[in-house]
Each structure stands twice: as structure tokens, then as C-alpha cells.
């Protein structure tokens, strides 16, 4: 490793430990708990990305359940963070108790209506969620 490229190195590590003093500890563990919920999201969002109403429904909403409880388990802090997560994980069991009552065919209207407005709310909670967190 060349002199130049440890110096860069070493320079970076101060400016990030520079930038990670200047914003606080606060915002430390909000990037933190951001980065958790964030990564938890995407690594178990097929649950919802793949949801295919022709396929097992009680095999889906157990999967949903699953993801649920995984965004259940991040630790939060943040009093909006918080908010927003809680607001996602009812989403997350709506749309498994939605998986369930797909069963029954004399609810087809109800249903397609709370279906949409699921995906209408997880859209919307994914984008608060994102830009609370860049901020």
C-alpha cells in the first residue's frame, strides 16, 4: 500500500469521525436506526414485491407475518421513526389479514379497494420513511 494512498485513507477515517462529532450523537443513532429499518425493509420486502393473489394465501400471509415481526424487532428511538415504523407494520398485518380474507369470493370489491389502498399507503410510508431519514 503506497504512503499517498494511508494518508487518504487515514484522512477520510478524520473526516468522517469530524463529520460524526459535528452532527451529535443524536443524529448518529438516527442514521443508525434509519439504516436498520431501511435494510430490514428491503431484505424482506418480496413478502409484499411478490404477493400474487393466485398463489397460496396462507403461505403469503405467514410470510407477511414474518416480515412484520422482523421490522418489529429493530430497536427505535426516534419518537417519528417510530411513528412511521408502526404505521408500516400495520400496514404489513393489514395486508396479511387481506391475504386471508382473499378467500372469499363474495368480498371481491371490498377487497380490490383495500388492496389498492395498501399499496397506495406502503408507497406513501416508504417515501416518508426515506425522506425523514434524509434529513
Given at each position: 500500500?503506497?504512503?499517498t494512498f494511508a494518508?487518504?485513507?487515514f484522512?477520510?477515517?478524520l473526516a468522517l469521525a469530524g463529520a460524526m462529532m459535528a452532527f451529535g450523537c443524536g443524529e448518529i443513532t438516527k442514521v443508525q436506526e434509519c439504516n436498520a429499518?431501511?435494510?430490514?425493509?428491503?431484505?424482506?420486502?418480496?413478502?409484499?414485491?411478490?404477493?400474487d393473489a393466485k398463489k397460496d394465501l396462507e403461505d403469503q400471509a405467514k410470510k407477511l407475518e414474518e416480515f412484520?415481526?422482523?421490522?418489529?424487532?429493530?430497536?427505535?428511538?426516534?419518537?417519528?421513526?417510530?411513528?412511521?415504523?408502526?404505521?408500516y407494520?400495520?400496514?404489513?398485518?393489514?395486508?396479511?389479514?387481506?391475504?386471508?380474507?382473499?378467500?372469499?369470493?363474495?368480498?371481491?370489491?371490498?377487497?380490490?379497494?383495500?388492496?389498492?389502498?395498501?399499496?397506495?399507503?406502503?408507497?406513501d410510508l416508504v417515501d416518508k420513511i426515506n425522506g425523514y431519514c434524509k434529513r
Open positions: 500500500m503506497s504512503n494518508h487518504r485513507c484522512a477520510a477515517g429499518v431501511i435494510d430490514t425493509i428491503n431484505k424482506n420486502s418480496a413478502a409484499i414485491k411478490d404477493f412484520e415481526k422482523k421490522i418489529g424487532e429493530v430497536k427505535i428511538t426516534d419518537g417519528e421513526l417510530k411513528k412511521n415504523v408502526e404505521d407494520r400495520k400496514m404489513v398485518t393489514d395486508m396479511a389479514k387481506l391475504a386471508r380474507d382473499l378467500k372469499d369470493p363474495t368480498k371481491v370489491d371490498e377487497l380490490e379497494k383495500r388492496s389498492n389502498d395498501i399499496t397506495k399507503t406502503e408507497s
